[in-house]
């Protein structure tokens, strides 16, 4: 079956940088576009990165300037680099993939990983 499992996530001061992971199995990974969500405490969950399964990123006004998303299609990767980190960051970082485009619907979700940004 298809899973999607994130890792890196962690305590960091406000300014500092983290890179996340996400490994996926059972699917045929390059056809995906993978995107990173954001659910900050008592918020809903949000786009805030993806790549395309042609290798184009979409930013978020939030992620512009701050965090990168790269792809390893032959280990079938996703990277979320977040540098200049903010205490809004704060919060459970899922990984997704989509045949479809960023704004579509996901068709599987990874369990999460949680960032915590100390100010």
């Known amino acids: 079956q298809v899973q999607l499992v994130e890792s890196g996530g962690g305590l960091v001061q406000a300014g500092g940088s983290l890179r996340l992971s996400c490994a996926a199995s059972g699917m045929f990974f390059s056809s995906y576009t993978m995107s990173w969500f954001l659910q900050a405490p008592g918020k809903e969950r949000e786009f805030i990165i993806g790549?395309?399964?042609?290798?184009?990123?979409w930013y978020t006004d939030s992620a512009k300037g701050r965090f990168n998303i790269v792809r390893d299609n032959a280990k079938q990767m996703v990277y979320l680099q977040m540098n200049k980190l903010k205490p809004e960051d704060t919060g459970v970082y899922f990984c997704a993939a989509t045949t479809g485009g960023f704004w579509g619907k996901y068709d599987y979700w990874g369990q999460g990983t949680q960032v915590t940004v100390s100010s």
């Open positions: 790549i395309s399964s042609s290798d184009s990123p």
